[in-house]
């Protein structure tokens, strides 16, 4: 499948399929989706304590650097697991401008890129980090995470990503309590994750999104 590397609306990269007219991130501003959807909306209510983050398509990283860069500001020790089948290429993760735009030392994100696959590695005084090649279907935790990123690519090319039996597996992973959050607000999709168990908040979406939904899994 053709690859190309475009820049988003707020200055950072993303890649697109053409065959599919799909990007890994929004076109309207990758980092600007990343900080509203997953850290204002999901990050920032957890503070001053240690949380444990599984993200549901690792991709560029750009989750994951963003967390990293977040983390302190909320006083969290973040244990972030990234879930991924197909990591994209050494010239790919090159391209990609995230640590500059976010003014960061782009060893961090060239660190999380090159660590090794299913070990934890300590990054930063407040982030571990582990990645796993894996399926979706295949994750098995139970009661494990605090948060969850679920950043699949969309219900349109991809709609068995955004399936009632996924949403049971993130439910299973998540602890009593716990919140799952997306850019998504299809109404089959929350469909999917209410007949999962998951009780279902629509909330204000990022540039050029209207809606996104974020899903608690109730004590």
């Not at 750009?62 to 967390?67: D, E, F, G, R, S």
């Not at 399926?135 to 009661?143: A, E, G, L, P, T």
Request: proline fraction near 4%; hydrophobic fraction near 40%; charge should be neutral.
């Amino acid at each position: 499948m053709r690859r190309e590397i475009h820049t988003t609306a707020d200055g950072s990269t993303t890649i697109h399929l053409p065959d599919w007219d799909e990007n890994y991130h929004s076109k309207h501003g990758a980092i600007q989706e990343a900080r509203h959807v997953f850290i204002q909306n999901g990050l920032a209510l957890f503070k001053n304590q240690p949380i444990k983050i599984l993200e549901i398509g690792f991709g560029t990283g750009l989750n994951a650097l963003t967390t990293l860069v977040e983390a302190p500001k909320y006083d969290l020790y973040v244990d972030y697991v990234g879930v991924e089948a197909y990591p994209i290429s050494t010239s790919e993760i090159q391209s990609m401008n995230y640590a500059k735009a976010l003014g960061v030392d782009n060893r961090f994100f060239d660190q999380l890129h090159e660590l090794s696959w299913e070990n934890k590695h300590q990054v930063s005084t407040c982030f571990a980090f582990t990645k796993r090649l894996q399926y979706f279907v295949d994750i098995s935790d139970d009661s494990a995470f605090d948060l969850i990123y679920f950043d699949a690519f969309g219900y349109r090319v991809q709609p068995e990503l955004w399936s009632e039996n996924i949403f049971k597996i993130m439910f299973r992973a998540l602890k009593p309590g716990g919140i799952l959050v997306t850019y998504a607000a299809r109404c089959i999709i929350k469909k999917n994750m209410m007949s999962a168990g998951f009780i279902v908040s629509k909330l204000p979406g990022p540039p050029g999104k209207r809606e996104m939904f974020r899903a608690l899994k109730q004590v």
